[in-house]
C-alpha cells in the first residue's frame, strides 16, 4: 500500500489525508470547496494547469495554417478546431482559477518558462500533411488519455473533461477526413501526409511519457490519472496503427507490431533524452512560441487593464 | 456576358471579397487574441465573414463560370475586388477593433439597402447573411463601449482616423453601377450609402466621447483590381497551398 | 474581471443549467462572450449568464441568433458523419490502385 506523498506527519493531518483517500478510493468526488490535502490541490492544480497550457500552446503550431487552407471548408474547420482548442484552455484556466490560482499569474508563468506544456507543441509544422496528422493522431493520442480522466476523483474537471472529449472526438472525425484525402489523392499529397507521419511519429511516442512509476505517482495516488502511460500508449496503438497500415502508411519504427500472444504492442523505445530536453523548454519551437504568446501578453496588457477597470496612467 | 450580368458579378465579387479578404485576416487571430474569451467570440465573427464570402461566391458561379473555391483561392492579385482596408494586416486589436467597427457599420449599411434589392437570391442571401452579422456590430459597439468608459479611447482614436478614409473607400461607387440602380438591383448608389455610413459613425463616436474621424476616401482603386503591398503575402498565404496543386481535393 | 456562470437552456420548459463559467468586465460584455463561449453551436436556444456570488440571471435577448444561421456544418458532428464509410471506400479504392497495406 503506497503511503500518502505528504510532508506533515502529525496525526490529525495524516488521519485527515488518510480518510480522504478512503473516500476516493471508494469513488466519491471532490469538489472546488470540499477540504482537500494540500498535497492534492497542487497536484490536481499543476496537473490542469499543465492541460491547460498545451491547449493554449497547442493552437499555435495549428493556427499557421489557417491561413494558408486549401478550400474554403477546411479554412473554417481549422479555425473553428483552433477555436475549440482556446475554448478548451478556456474551460481549464477556469478551472485552476477556481483552485486558487489567477489567470495572470498562470499566464506569466507560462510565458516565462516556469510551467510546463506537452512536448507535441514544441515541434514545427511543415505541411499541410501535419495539420491530418496533429488533427488525426495527436488528438487521438490525446483523447486517449483525456477519456481516461474521464474518472478523475476532481469533479470539477470532469465536466470539463466530458465537454472536451466531445468535441476532441469530432476534431478526431476531421482529422480522419483531412487524412483520407491525402491519402487517397495526388502522390504529391500521399507522400506529404506520409512525410508528416514520419516526422511526428517519435514526439507523438514521447506524448504519452517514459516508464511509469506506479508505486510512486502521486498523480495515480490521487485518483487524478487512474491508467499507466504503457496502457495508453498500447490503446493508441490498437486504435490508430492498423488503420495507418491499411492505408498503406508506415511508421517509422521497425519494431513495431502486435504480440498475439502476450497481449500487447511491441515497439521500440525511443530516445527519452530527446524528451526531457524538450519538457525542459529546449524543444525545437520552445523559445520562439513562448517568445510569441510573451509579446501579445505585454502588447495587451492595455486591453486587461481596461477589462479590469483600472484607470489609465 | 450581358451588360447586367456584368455589373451583378462586379457587385457580387466587391461583396464576397470584402468578406473573404477581412474574414482572413480576423482569423489570424485565433489563437493569441488578447484575452480568451475574447478569442472565442472574434474567431465566430472570422468565420461568419468566410462563410458570407462563400455563399456570395456560390451567387457568382454561374455568371462568372468558376466555383467558390476556385473564386475565392484561384485568381491573380489584379482579379480582387476587394476594397484595399480589408487586406492590410491586422496590426494590434487597437487597429482591429477600429477596422471592425468601422467596416460593420457600412456592412450594416449597404446589407441594409440589400435586403430590399430587386434581384430576389441576394436579398434573401442577403437577409441571411444580416442575422449573423448583427452580433458584429454588437461585439464592436461593446469594445467602444468598454474601452471609452474605461479610458483607453485613445487606443482607438489614433486607429479610426487611420481606417475611416480607407473604410469610406467601400463606398467606391462601382463601373457599371448606374444599371443595377435603375434595375432596382442596387436599391441605393453608393454616393448615398456612404452617407449614411458617415451619418451613422459621426453621431455614435460623438456618443462615446471620440474624435470624428476625417472621412475623405481613402485607398480607393481596390474595386478595379489595385492592391496595396500588403496584398501580395496575403495571397501568397491565402492560395498557395490550392494553387501548387491544381486539381487536388482536400 | 469578474466571474459570470452561464447558463444554458435546451428547451423552453426545462430550468436553466450551468454549462461553464467565464472571466468578462461587465454584464453587457459578459452575455456577448458567453454566446460564442458555450453556445458556438447552437446547444440551446436561449442562455443566461449570473454574477458569481449574486441572486440575478440575466437573459439573452429573446431573438438572440444562437449557433448561427449560415452552414455550420464543419463545426458539427453533422459535417462528419460520412467519414468511417470514406475508410472503407479509401481502403478499397486503394487496393483497385495497388496501394498495398502495410504489414510489419
Known amino acids: ?313 | 456576358m450581358s451588360e447586367n450580368d456584368h455589373a451583378r458579378l462586379s457587385l457580387l465579387l466587391a461583396l464576397a471579397d470584402d468578406e473573404l479578404i477581412l474574414g482572413h485576416r480576423h482569423s489570424e487571430w485565433t489563437g493569441w487574441a488578447p484575452m480568451i474569451e475574447v478569442d472565442l467570440a472574434f474567431s465566430s465573427i472570422a468565420q461568419d465573414e468566410i462563410a458570407h464570402a462563400q455563399i456570395l461566391y456560390e451567387l457568382a458561379e454561374p455568371l462568372d463560370g468558376r466555383e467558390p473555391d476556385a473564386l475565392a483561392l484561384g485568381r491573380h492579385p489584379g482579379e480582387y475586388r476587394n476594397a484595399i482596408v480589408c487586406e492590410h494586416d491586422s496590426r494590434d486589436w487597437g487597429y482591429t477593433l477600429a477596422r471592425h467597427y468601422l467596416y460593420d457599420v457600412a456592412d450594416d449599411v449597404r446589407l441594409g439597402s440589400l435586403e430590399s434589392s430587386s434581384w430576389s437570391e441576394l436579398a434573401k442571401a442577403v437577409s441571411v447573411i444580416r442575422l449573423e452579422e448583427r452580433y458584429h456590430l454588437d461585439h464592436a459597439r461593446s469594445w467602444l463601449r468598454r474601452l471609452t468608459g474605461a479610458g483607453h479611447g485613445d487606443h482607438l482614436s489614433g486607429a479610426l482616423a487611420t481606417v475611416a478614409g480607407e473604410v469610406s473607400a467601400l463606398f467606391e461607387p462601382l463601373w457599371e453601377e448606374d444599371v443595377l440602380v435603375r434595375s432596382g438591383e442596387l436599391p441605393r448608389p453608393h454616393d448615398e450609402l456612404r452617407q449614411e455610413w458617415q451619418d451613422r459613425v459621426t453621431s455614435e463616436l460623438s456618443s462615446y466621447g471620440l474624435p470624428v474621424p476625417d472621412f475623405t476616401p481613402a485607398a480607393t482603386g481596390g474595386r478595379y483590381g489595385q492592391r496595396s503591398p500588403d496584398f501580395a503575402p496575403l495571397w501568397e498565404d491565402l492560395t498557395g497551398l490550392y494553387r501548387t496543386h491544381q486539381g487536388a481535393t482536400w | 474581471m469578474k466571474v459570470w456562470e452561464v447558463f444554458g437552456e435546451r428547451r423552453l420548459a426545462e430550468d436553466p443549467q450551468v454549462v461553464g463559467t467565464i472571466l468578462a468586465p461587465d454584464l453587457e460584455m459578459a452575455l456577448l462572450l458567453a454566446r460564442e463561449c458555450y453556445f458556438r453551436r447552437g446547444e440551446g436556444q436561449r442562455y443566461a449568464v449570473r454574477e458569481r456570488g449574486t441572486d440575478e440571471l440575466h437573459w439573452c435577448r429573446e431573438d438572440e441568433v444562437v449557433g448561427g444561421v449560415t452552414d455550420k456544418s464543419y463545426r458539427r458532428p453533422d459535417g462528419y458523419v460520412g467519414v468511417g464509410a470514406k475508410f472503407q471506400r479509401v481502403k478499397e479504392e486503394l487496393a483497385a490502385r495497388g496501394v498495398a497495406p502495410f504489414r510489419p
Open chain 1, 1 to 313: 500500500m503506497q503511503s500518502p506523498p505528504i510532508e506533515r506527519t502529525d496525526t490529525e493531518y495524516v488521519d485527515r489525508v488518510l480518510a480522504f483517500k478512503a473516500r476516493i478510493d471508494a469513488g466519491e468526488k471532490v469538489e472546488a470547496a470540499d477540504w482537500m490535502p494540500d498535497e492534492y490541490r497542487d497536484a490536481v492544480l499543476r496537473f490542469i494547469e499543465m492541460h491547460a497550457n498545451s491547449e493554449i500552446m497547442g493552437a499555435l503550431p495549428e493556427r499557421e495554417w489557417i491561413p494558408r487552407a486549401p478550400s474554403l471548408r477546411r479554412k473554417l474547420s481549422l479555425t473553428s478546431k483552433v477555436q475549440d482548442e482556446v475554448g478548451h484552455a478556456q474551460i481549464l484556466y477556469r478551472v485552476a482559477e477556481d483552485l486558487g490560482k489567477s489567470r495572470e499569474k498562470m499566464f506569466d508563468d507560462l510565458v516565462n518558462g516556469r510551467t510546463k506544456f506537452h512536448n507535441v507543441f514544441h515541434y514545427p509544422t511543415r505541411s499541410w500533411g501535419d495539420v491530418a496528422v496533429i488533427g488525426w493522431l495527436i488528438d487521438g493520442a490525446a483523447l486517449v488519455t483525456q477519456k481516461a480522466l474521464l474518472n478523475c476523483s476532481y469533479e470539477p474537471y470532469v465536466r470539463a473533461m466530458k465537454r472536451i472529449c466531445a468535441e476532441e472526438s469530432l476534431h478526431l472525425r476531421h482529422g480522419e477526413d483531412l487524412t483520407l484525402e491525402l491519402v487517397s489523392g495526388t502522390p504529391e499529397q500521399r507522400e506529404m501526409f506520409q512525410d508528416a507521419v514520419n516526422r511526428w511519429w517519435r514526439p507523438i511516442m514521447h506524448f504519452f511519457g517514459p516508464p511509469s512509476k506506479p508505486g510512486k505517482d502521486a498523480l495515480l495516488y490521487w485518483g487524478i490519472k487512474s491508467k499507466s502511460n504503457e496502457e495508453l500508449r498500447d490503446e493508441f496503438f490498437s486504435t490508430y496503427v492498423p488503420r495507418l497500415w491499411d492505408l498503406g502508411i508506415s511508421v517509422p519504427d521497425p519494431e513495431l507490431r502486435y504480440d498475439e500472444q502476450g497481449g500487447r504492442w511491441h515497439w521500440g523505445d525511443p530516445d527519452w533524452d530527446e524528451f526531457w530536453q524538450v519538457v525542459k523548454g529546449q524543444g525545437p519551437k520552445t523559445a520562439e512560441r513562448l517568445g510569441l504568446r510573451k509579446h501579445a501578453w505585454d502588447t495587451h496588457a492595455w486591453v486587461r487593464q481596461a477589462f479590469n477597470g483600472s484607470a489609465v496612467a
